[in-house]
């Protein structure tokens, strides 16, 4: 599949009142990393070992994953995200777009596009909880998210990616 090369961003996010985020690893964007192939986002991400992959929409809820960390890939549509509770940030993401959130980061749909459609995938297909900004949950997902493994690939440039270095997995350098 064909990737172009496009922007890398991240964000460290601290917490946020009931959400917890994740302040040691940085939350990912990729600017257009398959701008030209859009439809193939859950494909790759399953080449490249994030599985248990699904296609739908974002909440439009705060929400986070504890025990599991989550790629995004927007393969139609566009949408305004927030990632990181009330105080974090607001991003428009678009088709070719990846963002890729370590457990504990919350994110929510703010508007979207009528076309809007995302592919979901999870390091070696991992089952993934849904949690929301309640007490309960807090208490529950802050020793889970310490315990969650750091992924052997990236879900969009394999075994050497940028994501790996950037959340400083051992032996890893980006090409």
Not at 73 to 94: K, P, T
Request: glycine content about 12%.
């Amino acid at each position: 599949m064909v990737k172009a090369e496009g922007s890398i961003q991240t964000f460290v996010f601290g917490r946020d009142g009931l959400l917890p985020n994740n302040p040691k690893l940085p939350a990912v964007l990729y600017r257009g990393a398959l701008i030209n192939n859009p439809q193939d986002m859950e494909q790759l991400f399953n080449d490249n070992g994030w599985l248990n992959s699904w296609q739908n929409g974002v909440f439009g809820y705060h929400h986070y994953h504890s025990n599991a960390h989550e790629a995004l890939g927007v393969i139609a549509g566009s949408a305004r995200l927030q990632i990181g509770g009330d105080a974090g940030m607001s991003l428009e993401v678009y088709a070719g777009d990846v963002l890729i959130l370590p457990a504990g980061t919350a994110h929510k749909c703010l508007s979207r596009s009528s076309r809007f459609l995302i592919a979901g995938a999870y390091p070696d297909g991992m089952s993934y909880n849904t949690r929301r900004a309640t007490a309960e949950d807090l208490e529950a997902a802050l020793p889970e998210i310490p315990e969650v493994p750091r992924p052997a690939s990236d879900p969009v440039y394999g075994p050497h990616g940028p994501l790996l270095e950037a959340w400083g997995i051992p032996g890893v350098s980006s090409p």
